[in-house]
């Protein structure tokens, strides 16, 4: 658990940039830092390590005041992780991974055992190893920055903007990865981000900054969405905020029922005589996986189904979530969800309104579990 007790951090000059901190972040867990340019985030972040020293009150790791630790012992037990990943140029990427094991005298072989290990948890292949750091992509440069830091098995994780660099699509490939992780290994991890989606999606807790290193709010993502403190906070969590909701809660309780599928590469003429008077059908692969909706009426007069109009159907896997959900049904034809099963085939499909009855409890549930909170025990 890390600790802060009003820290206080004034910059020679007097800019004051974390005022009073009070806030803890519980082990295991993955914390998340956001707030506009300038508001402290690095900072409160830097103090934990001590890149950056407190100007006054104490933070602690595990009870112990990080003053207290020798500066080496200390970042032993704390991973960093930064935007750009923080590479070092001139050594190739086992060697990048293998910085802190080095110093820790680790044996050669040791060394070489764990960076395959991380090369394979971080998912970049090993023929990467002996490559430098600019022959490599920005993802790639993220993931191998993760593993650096991984690499003596720190309890502690500190990432600064990891995945500010990289394109949408990759910085949402390296969160998944990211999530994976930390269900396997349940780092106490504290993220700076600007993006409020980043840390809605990845934080167990959330902390929300003003300028001046002033917690705003700090909560689970389910309880900021739906009962932000004030107009700051519900502004920085901007637009949708009912919607993002909607991205925490998986689609446990929401019905499968079932669909008339059919093969894209079936003859036109079979497809009409085997499904009955059904309008919609679904069109699949040969292993069941959804090519998109057809309308029964419209298909060709020959050829095979695949020749027809098809609208894409997408695909809900079974974790995701109630938004994806609404989203899936909303733009289907038939205002159907197609649900997945874990290899990809379809199971079956989910009515929107069915979806949206969840989605109305779930929301009802937070709210109340908020206001339950701020019931004053007598
Ligand atoms: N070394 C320093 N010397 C003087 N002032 C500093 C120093 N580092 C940060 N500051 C100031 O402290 C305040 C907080 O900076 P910090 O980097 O912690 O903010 P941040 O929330 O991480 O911002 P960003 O999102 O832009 O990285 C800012 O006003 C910044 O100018």
Known sequence: MIRFESVTKRFPGGATAVHELDMTMPAGQLTVLVGTSGCGKTTTLRMINR?????????????????????????????????????????????????????????????????????????????????????????????????????????????????????????????????????????????????????????????????????????????????????FVADFLGEQRGLKLLSLRSLDGVPIRPVTTVRADTPVAEARSATGDQQWLLAVTADGRPVGWVDRHRLPATGVVADG?????????????????????????????????????????SDQREIGELAAGFRAGIVAEVAAHEVPSS
């Open 51 to 231: 890149m950056v020293e407190a100007t006054s009150g104490a933070v602690t790791v595990d009870g112990r005041n990080v003053r207290d630790l020798p500066e080496a012992a200390l970042r032993r037990g704390i991973g960093y992780v930064i935007q750009q990943s923080g590479l070092f140029p001139h050594r190739t990427v086992r060697d990048n991974i293998g910085t802190v094991p080095r110093l820790l005298g680790w044996s050669k072989r040791k060394i070489r055992d764990r960076t395959d290990e991380l090369l394979e948890t971080v998912g970049l292949a090993e023929q990467l190893a002996d490559r430098y750091p600019h022959q490599l992509s920005g993802g790639q440069q993220q993931r191998v920055g993760v593993a650096r830091a991984l690499a003596a098995d720190p309890p502690v994780l500190l990432m600064d903007e990891p995945f500010g660099a990289v394109d949408p699509v990759v910085r949402g490939r390296l969160q998944e990865e990211l999530l994976s992780l930390q269900r396997r290994l349940q780092k106490t991890i504290v993220f700076v981000t600007h993006d409020i989606d980043e840390a809605v999606k990845l934080g167990d807790r959330i902390a929300i900054f003003r300028v001046g290193g002033k917690l705003a709010q700090y909560a689970a993502p389910a309880e900021l969405l739906a009962h932000p403190a004030d107009e």
């Open 309 to 349: 109009e098809i609208f894409p159907a997408g695909g809900l896997r079974p974790d995701a979530s109630l938004l994806s959900a609404l989203d899936n049904a909303m733009s289907a034809p038939t205002g159907l969800a197609v649900r997945l099963d874990e290899h990809g085939a379809v199971a079956g499909v």
